[in-house]
């Protein structure tokens, strides 16, 4: 019995270690399969059929000639299954289907005020389900639906156990479940928009993420994994007093990173964020004092984090789009100016995903479970 355990095991690895090659490969030929895993031309054939006959890849043409027979070329098929994503934000909420290479299939933006009543749900699950209806996937290629909000949400995605912003706490993942045919799961706003950041740099280790929108939100990431700390509450550093006594902040305090280092806070009443940058990078004086006291504050923010936790910081959110260097390099040069360990290197970055949106984050966790199963 333990034999054959082994036997099974061993074919069992050998197809997802041909799998994982081809998938991370985009494409390869039995020889480049051959040479990657050190397997015999028959066993390569043998998994090639039946991943073939799976439907998990595909003959993809031939190789270019080295001057015998062209070697078929075969190709992950990255339709096999598909993902989705929601993000619900205070005024509208958007979707978006995702391949296995996360790239999108699909992506609509909808108008609604967010509210914890059974109107708003049965709205959003109706655009889910036309949504995911009209991608013509069959139901079986659907993963699930990963969905986004800044909130902090329970171990195991199904309740929201804080959730001032959007006034949702105790909301349960069965508002949804209840409505669309597929398993949902609720996902933290930072973590999702850094589970976009660590798809797109595979050498990403540990980072503090700051998610700069209307609000802050963060992430800390420790071995590419999010740190949650023993009541999930790890990475609220929006919540981290910078000011004591100082302006209000919704969750009650005052002086928190949220009041200083916001969108909000940078911008004035019916102020548009786009207008702010314009003003700024033309040089206008007030708009430019305005900006090196929000980096003041960003500083302090910082280099209060980068004492307890020694690693990257990535600047992300609505904010990383109007980012340039100079705004790095003086944010910078503030930290160091007020740190009592000046660094010698910079570990301050714009998010290199600034322009993808946040629900294909909250999709990927579907597909990495998926990809562990199989590879």
Known sequence: MKKNFTVATLKINNTKNVLNYIYTQKRATPQMLQEATLLSRPTIAQILRELQEEQLIFQGGLADSTGGRKANLYEFNPDIKVTVGVELLIDHYEIVAIDLYAEILKFEKFNLTFSDNDAYFDEVCNSVNHFINDLDVRPDQILGVGIALQALISADGKHIIYGKVLNCTGMDIKEFNSRIPYPCTFNHDAESNANVELWMNPLLKNAIYFNIRSDVSGAIIIDRKFFKGGEYKSGVFEHMTIVPGGEPCYCGKRGCVNSYCSISALLGPQEDIQQFFFRLRKGTASYQKRWDKYLE?????????????????????????????????????????????????????????????????????LIEKYKNKIM
Request: with cysteine; charged share 15%; hydrophobic share 45%.
């Open 297 to 365: 504050y960003l500083a302090i923010a910082v280099d209060n984090l980068h004492m307890a936790i020694n690693c990257n910081v990535i600047l992300g959110g609505n904010l990383s789009r109007y980012l340039i260097n100079d705004d790095i390099l003086k944010l910078h040069e503030l930290v160091n100016k007020r740190t009592a360990f000046p660094a010698a290197e910079p570990y301050i970055s714009i998010s290199s995903c600034s322009n993808i949106p946040l629900c294909i984050g909250a999709a990927l966790p």
